[in-house]
């Protein structure tokens, strides 16, 4: 039976306490003090739904996993092309093979679960394993429920031909063109229909008799479900669910909402991710996401996730937070506030198309070179080896960086050069067994940038070609600390 081999997640490090945006809209709508409470994940500037991703994807699937894969799917309604495959781009970053085949999802907020449920049904006809993504950063109206409710993140899984560390046992789905809110191409926001409405006829009857059908076709005795994961937001509502299938309410697990909010169709899969690390062996795990009709999914842990070697996963993303409580700064970042930038920031961003294809193993997935010769290593790959001690050409081998350990070498905090989030910092820095590499610091801040602070390579945003609407990524160093 296909099943899941491994899962990830990542978490953006900005929390933006959601008292900060009730501060600034309090004048015009106290009502959002209901949900002012508790913080959500806030993507920094340059992060977007594909980094996202491809954090999610590195947290869940080691290189050692890279040779099974043969798929590559990415869920999303906020990716940031239309007609650029995403999940390609996250291909690259992850040094694939161009083999690998891919796709994007989206269209809904279940997205993310109907993506898990073809990439189960793919193995069983014939994929060796496929890397199952989901990611969201929506851009929400300022003093809507949405910007408090709402949270950045991303989710990945493997999942192959064998039960792996949770049998997949099967799914429901039902589809109905319930239209609790829509977005229209081209539009910025989200248009959302009376909550008591969607409550009452969505949630509790379109959700709720998809939950009891799934435990009926399969054949699970609601006594049996150990863990309920319900990516709906709304405060009793899948307690309410679980009492109508006839299942413990006692299961529902956290949905998240007052450290990190509810990321959309990536969330069912998040809270997959978030209980997988805490499940026991024998366990049913059964998943509910709503959006245009109805996914339940059911799993049952296995003994092999006694002995897996378990992620940074959700808990360890939302461990490594930094409270941000300027409203201002989350306003820019998501491009709702246009603020002076001077006329450094008015640098011509165009990406020549053909340098970026001839060096997408480069620039997409940090990938230098290693002489065969010396050893020497070095970024970029050259024809001609640095190596003082050898003249020869032809001599690299591909040599990827981005998993391996660096340190800081040196670091310049500068204020002159323009940045979304200044001062701008970036340096040199030195990777475990050679190679030296100058570029930017993200998440960077003076608490945590020094001389000889190890370092880890992300994959983010690098600038912005504001008049051709082209987004262009490179590798930066997060300090590890």
Known sequence: MPGIVAYGAYVPRLRLQRSAVLQAHAWFSPALKSLAKGERSVANWDEDVITMATEAARDCAPPVLHSRIDTVLLASTTAPYADRQNAGIVKEALNLPD????????????????????????????????????????KTRPASESELVNGDAAAAFVVGREDGIARFVGSHSVSIDFVDHFRSSGEAFDYTWESRWIRDEGYMKIAGNALKDALEKHSLSPAKVD????????????????????????????????????????????????????????????????????????????????????????????????????????????????LERGMRAELDQKQPLTALYRNRKAVLGLVGGRCR??????????????AATSAQTGTQDDYPLADIPARILTYTADRLTYTPDPPNYYGMVAFEGGGRMLCEFADADESNVEVGTPVRMVLRIKASDEARHFTKYFWKAVPNV
Request: net charge neutral; charged share 15%.
């Open 99 to 138: 083999t690998v085949a891919t796709a994007d999802l989206g269209g809904s907020q279940r997205a993310g679960t109907s993506a898990l449920i073809q990439a189960l049904r793919s193995t069983g006809g014939g994929a060796e394993a496929v890397l199952c993504l989901a990611a969201e950063r929506a």
């Open 227 to 338: 863990r309920l994961v319900v990516a709906i937001p709304v405060k009793g509502v899948p307690e309410a669910l679980a009492r109508k299938a006839g299942i413990d309410p006692a299961s529902v697990q956290d949905n998240l909402q007052a450290t990190m909010g509810h990321s959309g169709p990536a969330h069912a899969l998040v809270l997959l991710a978030h209980t997988l690390k805490s499940a026991r062996p024998g366990e049913h795990i059964v998943v509910v996401s709503f959006g245009q009709g109805c996914d339940v999914l059911i799993f049952q842990v296995t003994d092999a996730i006694l002995g897996h070697q378990h992620p940074v996963g959700v808990d360890g993303w939302l461990a490594r937070r930094k409270p941000e409580d300027n409203y201002m700064k989350y306003l820019f970042f998501n491009g709702l506030l246009d």
């Open 373 to 386: 010769v010396t050893g020497t290593i070095q970024f970029p790959k050259s024809e001609i080896s640095v």
